[in-house]
């Protein structure tokens, strides 16, 4: 099956877990298809699965109370994780959707047999750690990217992390994502292509 072997890799290069390493977890990884629209995880209910995307891309949005209108706060695209972080490790509520923005597909382990892995396996503990310190970067240099980089930055840093998300969801998305108005993205685009 390609989306156990790239999963494979991916974990030997994030965690440095060998053959025999993911042997323990085998039986544990499944695959699902999502159609796009369809939630990975809804708002108040409580994640129970870290994902792994091998086709397609994901957001985690907010519905802002006052006007209704939603907005996009983490963007996770291919050969990379999907999960409601905070929700996942502490099995409470989550405090936003996240739903799949193509169809997509994602091989995914329950809370309950990652568990099981950390208690048989010192690697799989190390990957654990490495996991949350992964989401806590990407939480703090989101927080950190509105409070000392400009929306151009702020836009390098997503073609950066995610090169190939232009062609695959519409500009307001990634406008939501970068928090301005479609007409700034627009002109930062157009500034950008005129430097090269």
């Known amino acids: 099956m390609i989306e156990v072997e790239t999963l494979k890799y991916a974990l030997q290069a994030f965690a440095n877990l060998n053959q025999d390493d993911f042997k323990l977890s085998s039986s544990f990884w499944h695959v699902k298809s999502y159609k796009?629209?369809?939630y990975y995880n809804e708002y108040k209910s409580v994640c129970k699965y870290l994902g792994f995307i091998?086709?397609?891309v994901f957001r985690s949005y907010i519905i802002d109370k006052k006007t209704g209108e939603e907005k996009n706060i983490f963007l996770y695209t291919v050969h990379g994780f999907v999960v409601t972080f905070k929700s996942f490790i502490n099995q409470i509520p989550c405090d936003y959707h996240t739903q799949a923005m193509t169809d997509a597909s994602v091989i995914y382990i329950c809370i309950t047999d990652l568990l099981n892995l950390y208690e048989q396996s010192h690697k799989w503990e190390c990957f654990g750690r490495l996991l949350a310190q992964e989401a806590f970067n990407v939480a703090i240099e989101r927080t950190e990217s509105f409070l000392f980089k400009t929306p151009e930055e702020r836009y390098l840093d997503l073609i950066k992390h995610h090169?190939?998300?232009f062609n695959s969801i519409p500009q307001y998305h990634i406008s939501s994502y970068l928090?301005?108005?479609a007409p700034s993205l627009s002109r930062i685009r157009k500034r950008?292509?005129?430097k090269k």
Request: charged share 20%.
């Open 54 to 56: 091998t086709d397609g």
């Open 179 to 181: 928090g301005i108005q």
């Open 36 to 38: 796009k629209g369809e």
């Open 163 to 165: 090169p190939h998300i």
């Open 192 to 194: 950008l292509i005129g």
